[in-house]
């Protein structure tokens, strides 16, 4: 797709702080919506929507931290958990803007796994809405963490001691009339920790990885110098806040003046789209591939494929002489997902390069991005101007990057260093001292640059596998290709091991529903996947080819980024093998 060159860097500073974003926000978008939350009337199918404008969001802010400043909640781990909502966000922004340090949690994490983490952190201050109550309470009830005060983020608790996002804030508005402004006045170090985040790992334990308000507002900088936005987009808001990735991205949206809708959940993705006339989404590869296949299969059963191809041509000799006319082509397609969608951003995995360019064939500008949570989180990421698929696109302009030890092919650990770059892992001077070196953090992936200066991530150091010849393997690579199956939902390459030699296996997790779709058994679609998997293997050196699959209806292990936890899945592997007697 062809757009207009834009100085975007000449629209944007880096702030200095998250208060001061949302302040700069307030004045400059006044009375225009910020966040939109949808009320279902109990017992009742209606719903009404509560608009938040900018001015709205920086003056309930002020108010519910000075309610909490003048409890004496000063210095304090503030942890916050629960759905997607603007008290979520409220709550998240207020307790980094003065209060001490903001604590996300992931709301999908067992008792255990909950309780961990605010032993860990030492949280002594919880937001917490409606449906994370009962585990709530038996947390206090236990006393096995420091938790002090509790605030409930959409509902009036029965217990006194518990007030409301609501409540304090009307606390909050009370001392200010009065003039108390204390809150609104302090002076935010930005390079001091003020957000502790666990990583959503892929290892049983996670890491809590230590940000300060310089690392989010460098990356923020950087991503409004790369990516086009206008003012009157709107953002539906699928992927958990509590991720690093999500709350950049609305960051992002916050400072460009757009408007902020929740997704009800994956199954009214649809509706939500249509409902809100949302034009820019964040997203993982499953989601956009899934929509994809979907794409696909009407395509395929309405008989339009050779339509199809014959626009796709149009459109690209119309490209040639300065005309785009995709969206234009492409209406119904467009229309399928609510009209509006014009920006698809990927990040947390790699998305499939077919994928890609087929939903930006289709006039859906689609981007890869990259980075961790370390990095608060983005390191490079494509845009309207750098689009190659299979990449994740270039460096973000206040980023270095190097290869460390590259192979023949250029490929090594991509190390980078920038004011993104975490401040370490709270309390794990071992871990840190191992990825940050000599200034350069080292990110565990395995990538190399092109000659335009592309940045291409072959896979996890830590998941490559090294054959008995010492050739190396990067299961992402083989995945995406046995992925963009329209049978396929997802897939896992493993090992094991035969004689003397390695022998690369793979789980192939089927799409049930095509089974009855299409009026077939399991026997034919294992013998279309065999196949299907032959032609893959052609494409591939002997070292890479997939010698032995299984076909499996159970979903592999996943992180709430949806990345697979490999070590967990591949315990889960060898007893679904075991169980089935496949050897």
């Not at 781990?77 to 759905?83: D, L, P, Y």
């Not at 459109?315 to 040639?320: F, P, Q, V, W, Y």
Request: glycine content about 6%; overall charge negative.
């Amino acid at each position: 797709m062809k757009i207009k060159e834009v100085d975007l860097a000449s629209r944007f500073f880096e702030f200095s702080d998250l208060k001061e974003l949302l302040k700069y926000s307030a004045r400059k978008y006044g009375d225009k919506t910020a966040f939109v939350t949808k009320i279902k009337e109990k017992g009742s199918k209606d719903v009404s929507y509560e608009n938040t404008s900018y001015e709205e969001l920086y003056e309930e802010m002020i108010a519910l931290g000075t309610a909490l400043y003048d409890m004496g909640y000063r210095d304090r781990r503030v942890a916050i958990i629960g759905e997607n909502s603007y008290q979520w966000c409220l709550a998240y922004f207020t307790a980094g803007s003065g209060i001490g340090v903001t604590v996300p949690l992931d709301k999908a994490l067992e008792h255990e796994e909950i309780v961990s983490c605010l032993k860990r952190s030492n949280a002594t201050i919880i937001f917490y809405d409606k449906k994370m109550e009962k585990l709530i309470d038996e947390i206090f009830e236990s006393g096995e963490t420091n938790l002090e005060f509790a605030v409930t983020l959409n509902f009036k608790s029965e217990n006194p001691s518990r007030p409301s996002v609501d409540e304090m804030i009307a606390k909050g508005r009370e001392l200010i009339s009065k003039g108390n402004n204390d809150f609104e006045n302090i002076q935010i170090d930005r390079n001091k920790m003020a957000f502790l985040l666990f990583t959503s790992g892929t290892t049983q334990q996670s890491k809590a990885v230590m940000l300060s308000h310089k690392n989010f507002m460098s990356c923020l900088y950087g991503m409004c110098c790369e990516e086009l936005f206008f003012v009157d987009d709107v953002n539906l808001q699928l992927l958990p806040l509590h991720h690093c990735y999500g709350m950049l991205g609305l960051l992002t949206f916050l400072v460009q003046g757009m408007k902020n809708t929740f997704c009800d959940g994956l199954k009214y993705i649809n509706k939500n789209l249509k409902e809100y006339k949302v034009t820019v989404m964040m997203s993982v590869p499953l989601l956009l591939e899934s929509i994809y296949k979907k794409i696909n299969k009407a395509i395929t059963s309405q008989g339009q494929e050779k339509k199809i191809a014959f626009a796709l041509k149009l459109c690209d000799m119309s490209e040639k002489v300065g005309i785009d006319i995709r969206r234009k082509m492409f209406k119904p397609i467009i229309d399928q997902l609510g009209g509006h969608l014009r920006f698809f951003i990927n990040g947390a995995a790699p998305i499939d390069p077919v994928v890609a360019k087929g939903l930006n064939d289709f006039g859906i500008l689609t981007v890869n991005g990259y980075g961790l949570t370390e990095t608060a989180p983005t390191i490079a990421s494509e845009s309207y101007r750098h689009l190659k698929p299979g990449s994740v696109g270039k460096l973000m302009p206040n980023v270095e990057a190097k290869i460390v030890d590259p192979n023949d092919e250029g490929i090594g650990e991509l190390v980078v260093r920038g004011d993104n770059v975490m401040l370490g892992y709270y309390d794990d001077e071992a871990a840190t001292n191992e990825v940050l070196i000599d200034g350069w953090f080292h990110t565990g992936d395995l990538a190399y640059f092109d000659e335009e200066g592309y940045l291409f991530i072959t896979g996890r150091k830590k998941n490559v596998i090294v054959m008995k010849n010492g050739k190396n393997v990067f299961p992402e690579e083989i995945e995406n290709l046995v992925n963009i199956l329209p049978y396929v939902s997802e897939s896992m390459l493993f090992t094991r091991n035969k004689h003397s030699d390695v022998v690369l296996w793979l789980k192939v997790v089927y799409e049930t529903a095509y089974l009855k779709e299409n009026n077939i058994t399991i026997d034919e679609l294992d013998e279309r996947f065999q196949k299907d998997l032959d032609e893959i293997n052609d494409t591939m050196p002997a070292v890479k080819r997939v010698h032995k699959y299984f076909l499996s209806d159970r979903p592999t292990i996943k992180t709430t980024t949806q990345k697979t936890k490999r070590n967990l899945e591949i315990e889960e592997i060898n007893k679904e093998l075991a169980e089935r007697g496949i050897d």
